[in-house]
């Protein structure tokens, strides 16, 4: 079975001087990304992560996740008013789209880049879910 993914707080502490947002981190970062200026109706993604763990947020604007694994699929709408992460653990496909014009779609992630981590090919996901999720308790 595929972890859960899971939604974290982002506290807000606000004075005379502004907003601070505070995203305590669950698991440690050992790199950082963000998408930002994705022309309307365009969708990112189209793959899965052998073993990276993520957490997704906006910190402007609002994006979708689609997560899909086995025979499950589920939405996940992150808004920057919402202040909300998603922790995506490893093993989900994944579509990223719905970016309103201003979107920031930051991501946290367990590791440092390494292309052979993804799955990029649909059916080949489909074949590595069959060996490493469907036969274990
Ligand atoms: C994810 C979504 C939300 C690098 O060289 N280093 C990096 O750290 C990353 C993230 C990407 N790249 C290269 C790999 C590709 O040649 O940048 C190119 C575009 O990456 P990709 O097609 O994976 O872009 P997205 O937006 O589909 O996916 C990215 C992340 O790769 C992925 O982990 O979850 O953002």
């Known amino acids: 079975m595929v972890e859960e993914p899971k939604w974290l707080t982002i506290n807000q502490i606000t004075d005379p001087a502004g907003d601070l947002r505070i995203l305590e981190l669950p698991f440690e970062a050992k790199r950082t990304y963000f998408i930002q200026n994705v022309p309307h109706g365009s969708q990112r993604g189209f793959h899965a992560h052998r073993s990276l763990r993520q957490i997704f947020f906006a910190p402007q604007g609002s994006f979708e996740i689609e997560l899909i694994t086995g025979n499950s699929k589920r939405s996940f709408l992150l808004n920057s008013i919402d202040q909300k992460a998603l922790v ?50």
Do not use: Q
């Open 88 to 137: 995506v653990p490893p093993g989900y496909w994944r579509i990223i789209s719905s970016f309103s014009k201003d979107a920031t779609c930051m991501v946290l992630a367990s590791e440092h880049y390494m292309e052979s981590d993804y799955i990029r090919n649909f059916d080949e996901y489909v074949s590595w879910c069959k060996e490493n999720l469907e036969n274990e308790s």
